[in-house]
């Protein structure tokens, strides 16, 4: 097979991760918006922690999207 | 091809120009462009022209123009941000002028393409960083060093700190690019439902109702972020030339 | 206030005497005058608090458009700045990996900046959470 194009499948496969990622953010967002719909008074406070959970799962994501690139630019 | 809901968006020539291998043709992008500068020029002298002591409604309506944006300015960067002031307000009267012309049946959309924008992005972030190192030297570089971080901490905090600042312009042109072309595009959808619809017969005359009222009900909603996209622009390039004015937080 | 007013005034309204009505219209004006400007200074802030809270909360989808092209600029600038480094100095793929999860860090930062977590005006605060993030 052409290296070229192993490596755009590789890409493609590694992308794959970036829906991992997806699925993460919306149980987070997810749960945050039923738990702040159960006690609005709470849900201010826990801003803080529902970012630094996005980012530590976008983190994860933002891996994977790495690999793709490095397969498709170096 | 009236239903290809991208076709609002294809730039034509109008007047080819070529000087030295570059283009320089004179587009339906230009032509609007030259539209919203006349129709904003054309707007602001004819209601103040008469400058009543008791303003008529069109020149109260560009007085209020003028309070919004000066009240905005102030709040962000303080009374010597007024010197910015004649910046701020073509910024905002363009955008917004642009945006309500395009949402005219038949008109061209010079805010959705990205070049524009970017455009637009890059003026105030050069203004930003030209006026930031002619009044502080290289005292503006302090924007880029938060104080209190722990010195093993500084220089990836100024990278970070730097790539923030390089992705301000790109997040600004986006986000008005990305509204004005996602609204366009939603709407010219839902209106090739009421033509596809009724060519049905009696049943999809009757369906075509909904969709109708879907684009009647987005009209309305564009409208709203036109203005809202406008305001955002000219907020945040208070809030950019802010930093350029004191750099140190 | 009201509660607090209450019993001070049935104590002042027992004797009745002309002299005691005086001081107390006296006193009646001064507080109300009072409370005006109390009305007065609250009112305002609540109306700042309010234009503050219209500006930053637009609607839902323009408020997700925001949000997530900050993040994703931030991300984008990184691995192009990074993507430029490699190209010129040929440390590919270094660059690359360094300037996107900086990139990412950026893209952070702009979200916390723009949904209003961190203030612009506290750089303590964002220093803190910016080395946080960085570990």
């Given amino acids: 097979m052409e290296v070229e194009a192993a490596k755009a499948i590789g890409a493609g496969i590694a992308c794959l991760g970036m829906g991992g990622a997806g699925i993460g953010l919306g149980t987070i967002f997810g749960n945050y918006l039923s738990g702040a719909l159960r006690n609005p008074s709470a849900a201010d406070g826990q801003f803080g922690r529902l970012i630094f959970g996005f980012a530590v799962t976008e983190a994860l994501g933002i891996f994977s999207l790495l690999v793709a690139l490095l397969l498709l630019f170096t | ?249 | 206030m009201a509660n607090e007013s209450g019993p001070d005034e049935t104590g002042k309204t027992g004797p009745g005497k002309s002299g005691e009505r005086a001081f107390r219209d006296d006193d009646l004006e001064r507080r109300r005058r009072q409370l005006a400007e109390t009305l007065a200074a609250r009112r305002q802030g609540e109306g700042e608090g309010e234009r503050g809270a219209k500006s930053g909360e637009t609607t839902g989808y323009g408020q997700a458009v925001k949000l997530s092209s900050e993040f994703i600029a931030g991300v984008a600038v990184g691995a192009g700045l990074g993507w430029a480094i490699d190209r010129l100095a040929g440390t590919s793929p270094w660059g690359l990996i360094v300037f996107l999860l900086l990139g990412f860090g950026a893209g952070v930062l702009n979200v916390m900046r723009s949904a209003g977590v961190v203030a612009q005006v506290d750089p303590k605060a964002s220093d803190k959470n910016a080395g946080d993030r960085d570990n």
């Fill in chain 2, 1 to 249: 091809m009236s239903n290809d809901p991208i076709h609002q968006f294809h730039i034509s020539k109008l007047i080819p120009i070529e000087i030295g291998g570059y283009d320089f043709s004179f587009t339906n992008s230009s032509a609007f462009m030259v539209a919203t500068v006349v129709a904003t020029s054309a707007f602001l002298f004819l209601t103040t022209s008469s400058r009543g002591l008791v303003p008529s409604r069109l020149q109260s309506i560009s007085e209020m123009c003028y309070e919004f944006v000066a009240s905005m300015l102030r709040d962000a960067a303080g009374s010597q941000g007024m010197k910015f002031f004649p910046f701020v307000f073509s910024l905002f009267m363009f955008v917004l002028v642009a945006n309500i012309l395009g949402l005219f049946p038949y008109f061209f959309t010079v805010t959705s393409h990205i070049i524009v924008t970017f455009a637009l992005a890059i003026l105030v972030i050069g203004t930003v960083l030209v006026y930031g190192f002619m009044k502080h030297g290289f005292g503006f570089l302090k924007l880029f060093v938060p104080q209190g971080v722990p010195g093993i901490l500084v220089p990836l905090v100024v990278l970070i700190e730097v790539i923030s600042f390089i992705s301000r312009p790109v997040s600004l042109s986006v986000r008005l690019f990305a509204n004005m072309l996602a609204g366009h595009i939603t709407l010219k959808v839902f209106a090739g439902f009421v033509a596809s619809l009724s060519a049905l017969g009696a049943v999809g005359i009757a369906g075509s109702v909904l969709p109708l009222a879907m684009t009647v009900a987005i009209t309305a909603l564009e409208f709203l972020v036109a203005f809202l996209q406008a305001y955002v622009f000219a907020v945040l390039t208070c809030m950019y030339l802010n930093d350029a004015l004191h750099p140190g937080h």
